[in-house]
């Protein structure tokens, strides 16, 4: 299990904070894990007694945006959550087209989500989650989101060059890597370089299904496997 991946110093025991519940793991005698990505970093935290009749289980779903209290006891691997108010609710991406590509970025979020980083990935999440509640595509909202993620923590490819595939962060000949297509990389070029709003709509004609499988690709070799990635058929 995952402890604090922000800094609670040992004085303030009592931390307050905003953050995205993206993981959730019900213990025997009603506890709950949660996983969290906040501002201030990705963290888990233990709430007790939460699935009891009067506990707190609703409030805790996955994807609800909450300001929560946390104690940190001398000790102890994990903290345990002390009070909950629901800021808001992503609904609609408990979807079945929908809750893979929520679930993918909701987990890429969590590991790259250091104190240092956090920061930047934050409101990129946020974003990307209510564009794959939202849009028509949820493709299109996973491939902006993914791919800005990425370039906040550093990891995004280089795409000088001319070739249509990306192979260990770089482009390569066809045959070499994961096939883009020049459509492809111009698609993501405009991801990473162009403003919001811009960067949607280069999106709109692109192809995303060759940019799903680039991101998770590209997310396998320098993140890591996502349990989440078996789910981006």
């Known amino acids: 299990m995952r402890g604090l991946g922000l800094s609670i110093g040992m004085v303030e025991r009592y931390h307050t904070l905003e953050g995205l519940v993206v993981g959730r793991k019900s213990l ?28 707190r289980s609703g409030r805790l779903s996955l994807f609800h945006h909450l ?93 000088t060059g001319d070739g249509q595939a990306l192979n260990q962060g770089k482009l390569t000949g066809r045959g070499q890597g994961m096939f883009l297509g020049k459509d492809g990389v111009q698609s993501l070029r405009a991801v990473l370089t162009l403003p919001g709003n811009r960067a949607i709509e280069a999106l709109e004609e692109a192809p995303l299904e060759r940019l799903v499988r680039a991101l998770k690709t590209h997310v396998a070799a320098h993140v890591g496997d996502l349990k989440t990635a078996a789910m981006l058929r």
């Open 28 to 55: 025997p005698g009603g506890d709950i894990i949660l996983s969290l990505v906040t501002p201030e970093g990705a963290m888990q935290a233990v709430a007790r007694k939460a699935q009891r009749p009067s506990g």
């Open 67 to 159: 300001n929560f209290q946390i104690y940190q006891k001398p000790g102890s691997d994990l903290p345990t959550l002390t009070q909950a108010e629901l800021v808001g609710r992503l609904a609609g991406l408990e979807a079945p087209d929908r809750f893979p590509y929520a679930s993918f970025l909701a987990e890429l979020a969590f590991r790259l989500a250091s104190p240092e980083i956090a920061p930047r990935i934050w409101p990129l999440v946020i974003s990307g989650l209510k564009g794959i509640a939202k849009h028509n595509d949820p493709r299109l909202a996973l491939v902006w989101a993914g791919w800005r993620v990425l370039k906040a923590a550093g990891l995004a490819p280089n795409l």
